[in-house]
């Protein structure tokens, strides 16, 4: 069975940093590319994110609204992804979710793992 | 970005009955349409992808159509697992967007 479990969420406050993780199982990590997706009050579904597999450079592309705060990593020894949340803004709380991707992009997201809460906040 | 509307935004339906989701894209996005059901608590979960194609384990209650810039999914004879919010994700265009969504709320 395919599963994906993120981690990480807390509470944070604005500027501040956070790490999440999402660990996969039931599929071969490295071939995938892999994305989060966040849910927030003020934009509902939003793609955050992906980094592509090894075999298409391990590049990363972000969605405009986190160019630059925000960093994907992967380690396929550990079929583990993660996202880096710096400077943190109050506009980023909500549930974040991890997919599995592909690496050309044009793509579904399917599956999801059951997401992590970040709440930013003083 | 592209933007996707969905409409209605709440639709009653009593169970056993029909219900018909609309999402409209900007512009063309051929079939790169996916479908999501969503359920409090839970991620989203994939039902449709390339405008009209069932997910693995989506009962076949569920359909979908359309092309283009219009788009459809019927639920027909609504069960009470169906009443949960969809969202539809257009994966077209850069970067890949998704509608605000349609709850379907039971009558």
């Known amino acids: 069975e395919v599963q994906l479990v993120e981690s990480g969420g807390a509470l944070v406050q604005p500027g501040r940093s956070l790490r999440l993780s999402c660990t996969a199982s039931?599929?071969?990590?490295?071939?995938?590319?892999m994305s989060w997706v966040r849910q927030t009050p003020g934009k509902g579904l939003e793609w955050v994110g992906f980094?592509?597999?090894?075999?298409?450079?391990?590049?990363?592309q972000y969605a405009a609204s986190v160019e630059g705060r925000f960093t994907i990593s992967r380690d396929d020894s550990k079929s583990t992804a993660y996202l880096q949340m710096d400077s943190l803004k109050i506009e980023d709380s909500g549930v974040y979710f991890c997919?599995?991707?592909?690496?050309?992009?044009?793509?579904?997201?399917?599956?999801w793992g059951q997401g992590t809460l970040v709440t930013v906040s003083s | 970005e592209m933007i996707l509307t969905q409409s209605p935004a709440i639709l009653s339906v009593s169970p056993g009955e029909r219900a018909t989701l609309s999402c409209r894209a900007g512009?063309?996005?051929?079939?790169?349409l996916a479908w999501y059901q969503q359920k409090p608590g839970q991620a989203p979960r994939l039902l449709i992808f390339?405008?009209?194609n069932r997910a693995t384990d989506t009962p076949d209650r569920f359909s979908a159509s359309g092309s283009g810039t219009e788009f459809n999914l019927t639920i027909s004879g609504l069960q009470s697992e169906d009443f949960a919010v969809y969202y539809c994700?257009?994966?077209?265009?850069?970067?890949?967007?998704f509608g605000q969504g349609t709850k379907v709320e039971i009558k």
């Open positions: 039931g599929f071969s990590f490295g071939d995938y590319a």
């Open positions: 997919t599995r991707d592909r690496s050309t992009g044009w793509y579904w997201f399917d599956p």
């Open positions: 390339g405008a009209s």
């Open positions: 980094i592509r597999s090894k075999a298409y450079g391990g590049t990363t």
């Open positions: 994700l257009q994966y077209h265009k850069w970067p890949r967007t």
């Open positions: 512009q063309s996005i051929i079939s790169n």
